[in-house]
């Protein structure tokens, strides 16, 4: 296999990734942020465009989960009950025996609960220093 054809696989795939990020962008949890880091990585072996790209991604992400939960106590409690809103939607359909595309949306609201739930106050962080401080 020479270089051009590494290259076109390669490209290949990386567009592909790119593109199963913005069909999946939707569910929630990271959704498509993976395969867009992924796909961005591939692209940049052999495009400077994509290895920008994929740096400015990777420094500014925090900036914006940063924005999008603020350290305000009333944009907190709103997280928060939304999020309970959404579990509890989610434990009435999943529990309800409705049809499966009712339970496949139950599915995704208790997952994006918990997303916002973890995101909201830093309780991940929070989760993550407890845990490496039990550690030996």
Sequence with gaps: MNWRQNRLL??????LLVIAS?????LPGPGGIPLLVAGLGLLSIHNKWA?????YVLNNGGKFVQK????HLVAQW???IVAIALYS????LAWSHAVWWQVSIAVSLFFTATFIALMNRERLES??????SKKP
């Design 10 to 15: 390669v490209d290949t795939a990386g567009y």
């Design 22 to 26: 913005a069909l999946t962008g939707w």
């Design 51 to 55: 290895q920008d790209l994929r740096d």
């Design 68 to 71: 999008l939960f603020p350290k």
């Design 78 to 80: 709103a997280y928060d």
């Design 89 to 92: 939607v989610a434990a009435y």
């Design 127 to 132: 989760l993550k220093k407890r845990r490496s």
